[in-house]
């Protein structure tokens, strides 16, 4: 057996626990387990002790009030809360919900569940390049628009959206903003005045915390955001989410974010020039394509599209060496072409032969040497073993072209 593992290259679908979040979270287990709702003794005071902290470390983290952090068990149910939350406190005022197409499948599905109980949903296209056009965001807006989601970062291809200028838009019109930056948070500066944000949906486990964990921050002034809440009971969290606190969790969230926020920017720097250099190599190899702006994106990220191989083959000729993704982990499940890849316009062929690298805080330069290394040799194989019927400069002509 080899007992060495593969580089993991895979951090847009989740990151390890960094030691020093473990070890906060440890005591929580099992010396401060007390209940954080219970007030009425020490045990109680100290789990509520780490569970505040992490509450203002993590609106700091956005610049908000740590009374508008509300926990969830991840990015997933911060949007549940968000988009239904939104829909059933809002329905009075109108039914129209503006998303795009390129959206991470937790804002997709409950957008789709409120369409089959009568809500309007417009899923605004993206450019080839996987940024919004605004100009589409404008003519979106109807008179009955409740609730705009939009996600900062993609999690396929990294795309940056221009969340300043929506917020701007959407708070022009006073229509309720939602962000999904389960990929940003930590990547890129946040900051929900400025960036005129209502809500956003946050994640530990993409920043280096645990999985099970998350965040909805929920404006309380300028305006006042009302929610339904999805899950009823003791009313903890406000009343928008019961449920006792996951403390060690909670702690974890709270020190992987601080870490992560005050590592920003020379890590951004670090992974960037990595990423760079990985795409300078990879974009020699011929029928190689970028997937997403070239600079708009975040800096950890690059996905490409291959010419004349099969991605499945690809990716399982690359497995032993390199651990990285196709598609979205959430939907791998589900053997179809990317949702996203195809909404830059790319063919299903294109599409289905798509590598996301997503790199991280322990990826190195030797890794990249090693994948670039890798990755040629496995296209140069999989265009070998089916190159018989299908040449892949003839493919070219059909593809759109970057
Ligand atoms: C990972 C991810 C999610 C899901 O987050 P969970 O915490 O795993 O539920 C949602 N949106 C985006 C953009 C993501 O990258």
């Given at each position: ?9 895979d951090?847009?679908?989740?990151t390890?626990v960094?030691p ?6 440890l005591?929580f287990?099992t010396?401060y387990f007390?209940?954080?709702s ?18 203002e470390?993590?609106a700091?983290a956005?610049?908000a009030?740590?009374?508008?952090i509300?926990?969830t068990?991840g990015?997933t ?10 829909a ?6 109108g ?19 409120l ?5 309007s949903?417009?899923?605004l ?11 589409d ?28 200028q ?14 999904d930056?389960?990929?940003a ?5 946040l900051?929900?005045?400025t960036m005129h944000?209502?809500l ?6 993409k920043?280096?915390g ?5 965040a909805l921050?929920?404006r309380r002034k300028n305006?006042?955001?009302?929610l339904?809440?999805q899950?009823h ?9 019961s449920?006792?606190l996951?403390?060690p969790q909670?702690?974890g ?16 720097n670090r ?5 760079d ?10 029928g190689i ?5 070239s ?5 950890n990220n690059?996905?490409v599209?291959?010419?004349?191989v099969d991605?499945?083959?690809l ?12 598609v979205s982990a ?6 179809k072409?990317?949702h996203v890849?195809?909404?830059l316009?790319?063919?299903?062929e294109l599409?289905?032969a798509?590598?996301r690298?997503g ?7 030797k890794?990249v040497l090693k994948?670039v290394?890798v ?14 019927q299908?040449?892949?400069?003839k ?8």
């Amino acid at each position: 057996m080899n007992s060495q593992r593969p580089i993991y290259l895979d951090c847009n679908a989740t990151t390890p626990v960094a030691p020093e979040v473990m070890a906060a979270m440890l005591p929580f287990f099992t010396e401060y387990f007390g209940n954080p709702s219970s007030l009425s003794h020490a045990y109680g005071w100290e789990a509520e002790a780490g569970v505040k902290k992490a509450r203002e470390i993590l609106a700091g983290a956005i610049a908000a009030e740590p009374s508008e952090i509300i926990f969830t068990s991840g990015a997933t149910e911060a949007n549940n809360l968000a988009i239904k939350g939104v829909a059933e406190a809002y329905m009075s005022e109108g039914k129209h919900i503006i998303t795009v197409q390129t959206e991470h499948s937790a804002v997709l599905e409950p957008c789709r569940y409120l369409e089959r109980l009568g809500f309007s949903v417009t899923y605004l296209p993206v450019q080839p390049d996987g940024l919004i056009d605004l100009q589409d965001l404008e003519n979106a807006f109807r008179d009955d628009t409740i609730l705009v989601s939009i996600m900062a970062a993609n999690n396929e291809i990294g795309v940056l959206q221009p969340i300043e200028q929506i917020g701007a838009r959407c708070r022009d019109r006073n229509i309720i903003f939602h962000t999904d930056a389960a990929q940003a948070l930590g990547k890129i500066p946040l900051n929900v005045q400025t960036m005129h944000i209502d809500l956003l949906s946050m994640t530990a486990h993409k920043l280096y915390g645990p999985k099970g964990i998350g965040a909805l921050y929920v404006r309380r002034k300028n305006p006042r955001v009302q929610l339904a809440p999805q899950i009823h009971g003791g009313g903890q969290e406000r009343g928008l989410r019961s449920g006792t606190l996951y403390t060690p969790q909670i702690v974890g969230f709270g020190e992987a974010v601080r870490i992560v926020i005050d590592e920003m920017e020379s890590e951004v720097n670090r992974i960037g020039e990595l990423r760079d250099r990985l795409w300078a190599q990879l974009s020699e190899l011929p029928g190689i394509h970028l997937n997403g702006h070239s600079t708009q994106r975040l800096a950890n990220n690059l996905n490409v599209s291959i010419e004349g191989v099969d991605g499945n083959a690809l990716l399982s000729g690359l497995r032993g060496a390199i651990a990285l993704s196709s598609v979205s982990a959430c939907s791998t499940t589900n053997p179809k072409p990317s949702h996203v890849i195809k909404a830059l316009g790319r063919s299903n062929e294109l599409a289905k032969a798509t590598l996301r690298f997503g790199l991280g805080r322990d990826t190195c330069e030797k890794d990249v040497l090693k994948t670039v290394k890798v990755v040629s040799d496995g296209i140069r194989a999989a265009r070998l073993n089916q190159g018989n019927q299908r040449p892949f400069r003839k493919i070219r002509q059909d593809n759109y072209d970057d």
